[in-house]
């Protein structure tokens, strides 16, 4: 009894200890420069505060470093039929080799998978320390979820099967980024915003959160519970073997082992944001690529193979700066003579316009900054960090930055100010010294975690007025076109030319009263002229 009151009165003592040294830390830094500059003090804020918004932040925010790599990966990036390997009795290999099991091809991809990363932390680092530097805002910025998929599966296509190239995409993203810095510089951002209906706006967020979820249900990035079939096209699949070459199942339907260990990966995430646990995404993809790291398992990312083993050898080095070498300064503007580069190229303004705006002043407003005019400090220069934050992100070789919606995690906690958006950059930059173990996360960790960010990106879908047939056509032909034509910009496009369809009705039933009163104006006046003339020439008589 007397040892438990004197470890309670010692756990007291040091707990009033910690707490007095954390306060002195707090008001010397609120009275510093640093704190001055920051306005710790006036907005009511601290720096053990911000410190832990930053990590919470970063926690709920981490996963894009995998994921976006993961998703630009797929694409091929920089690599082509010059990096396949060929028979002997080949005098060179063809085009076919980048969308078979092709161990040069492979190789080229995995290495630039790496690049992606160190793009995707350096770019966010980037981005999250201008944020928090000029704007003074607890935002973390990183590239967004959307614009790669648009990159990977409509651009450029799975394994470099679209129309464009990276390097052009890059330019794309390049051009994007520039034209929106100008909006923001001019203040334009706000009238652009309006030019898309309200409900092609908010079906944009669903349909894109869709179209993720639907490609981490896929085998080549995801958890492989669905597949391609010949009679119906999709079929539920999660097969133990499967055709390398059209990934049709070939036995085993719903006995994969990777299947069900990302199946309770999921299922973590969803506890985890069910408890509202900070990093709960993170958790469920650190249990199944643990998993996933062990040799010699069904499930295991290390087969023993020759791609295998030397994955594991990388593996086993845990730090390494990875040198960023095939995505950097990957530009070319020799195609911006077709059209479909500019349709692209207003099909993502459009979409960084949009996704901006709403989460900036979403953020603003969970934070309390919103004064009663709906402005808040630090909003101009937050859409200039913003813009030119893509633009530095295309030189590297990665999509479009965005302001992340976690950040709400981190205002939650007590973020007020930059500083949150600094220790969130500070923690992107220690994860590029960690390549070899993030290069390492199987796929089947990954697409639970897009199949959740589906989950999340559906939220818009209450603000959509469903009783009224000319939101509601629109609002689902945008949505069920992204996934099912495997294409944003047409779910976007089908969406706008619906509701421009439904709206001229009322267009046409303007111009019809129009011209009824002005009809009715017409036979008034001659009515009157009629009068007059019979009454002049009653006076003459």
């Known amino acids: 009894m007397g040892r438990e009151l004197c470890s309670t009165g010692s756990f007291t003592k040091l707990r009033k200890s910690l707490t007095k040294m954390e306060m002195r830390v707090n008001e010397a830094i609120s009275k510093s420069k640093i704190g001055k500059y ?215 339907k719903m006995q994969s082992p990777t299947f069900w260990l990302s199946s309770v990966g999921f299922i973590i995430m969803c506890y985890g944001l069910m408890k509202e646990i900070k990093g709960s995404m993170i958790y469920g993809i650190l249990f199944v690529t643990l998993v996933s790291w062990i040799r010699n ?98 030189t590297l070789g990665v999509s479009p930055i965005a302001t992340f919606v976690e950040s709400s995690a981190g205002i939650k906690e007590g973020g007020r100010t930059g500083l949150t958006a600094i220790i969130v950059g500070f923690y992107f930059l220690l994860s590029l010294f960690f390549t070899p173990l993030i290069a390492s996360v199987p796929p089947w960790a990954i697409g639970p975690s897009l199949v959740m960010v589906g989950v999340l990106m559906m939220k818009v879908v209450k603000d959509i007025d469903w009783n009224n047939i000319k939101h509601a056509v629109p609002a689902f032909v945008t949505m069920v076109l992204m996934p099912l034509t495997y294409s944003i910009s047409n779910g976007i496009i089908g969406g706008i030319g619906v509701y421009i369809a439904l709206s001229l009705y009322d267009s046409m039933d303007c111009w019809v009263k129009w011209l009824m009163r002005m009809r009715k104006m017409v036979v008034k006046e001659q009515n009157q002229v009629s009068a007059a003339t019979t009454d002049q020439n009653i006076e003459i008589v």
């Open 38 to 252: 920051f306005k710790l003090e006036a907005r009511k804020s601290s720096f053990t505060k911000e410190f832990r918004a930053g990590t919470a932040t970063f926690l709920t925010m981490a996963y894009i470093i995998t994921v976006n790599a993961s998703v630009l990966s797929d694409s091929g990036g920089t690599c082509s039929v010059s990096d396949c390997t060929f028979p002997a009795n080949q005098t060179r290999a063809t085009p076919e080799c980048m969308l078979k099991p092709n161990e040069g091809y492979e190789k080229c991809v995995s290495k630039m998978r790496s690049d992606l990363i160190v793009a995707t932390a350096l770019a966010s680092m980037i981005g999250s320390f201008a944020m928090g530097f000029l704007a003074n805002l607890p935002l973390g910025l990183a590239p967004g979820m959307g614009p790669n998929a648009y990159l990977a599966y409509n651009l450029v296509g799975f394994h470099g099967s679209g129309k464009m190239s990276y390097q052009t995409v890059m330019a794309i993203f390049l051009v994007e980024g520039c034209a929106f810095l100008a909006i923001a510089v001019f203040g334009l951002r706000g009238r652009i915003a309006r030019f898309i209906p309200q409900p092609v706006r908010l079906a944009c967020a669903a349909g894109i959160g869709l179209f993720i979820a639907f490609v981490g249900l896929q085998a080549h990035q995801g958890v492989s519970l669905v597949g391609p079939d010949p009679s119906t096209l999709l079929t539920l699949t999660a097969c133990s073997s499967t055709n390398p070459v059209t990934g049709e199942c070939t036995g085993g």
């Open 297 to 394: 398992t069904a499930v295991t990312i290390f087969p023993n193979t020759t791609s295998g083993n030397s994955s594991y050898e990388y593996f086993k080095k845990v730090v390494d700066f990875h040198k960023i070498e095939s995505t950097a300064g990957a530009i070319n503007f020799s195609h911006f003579n077709n059209g479909e580069v500019w349709v692209a190229l207003l099909t993502l303004l459009y979409i960084d316009v949009l996704a901006t705006t709403g989460t900036l002043y979403t953020m603003a407003e969970i934070g309390g900054f919103v004064n009663e005019e709906g402005e808040f400090e630090g909003e101009y220069i937050a859409y200039m960090v913003d813009a030119g934050s893509t633009i530095v992100a295309s």
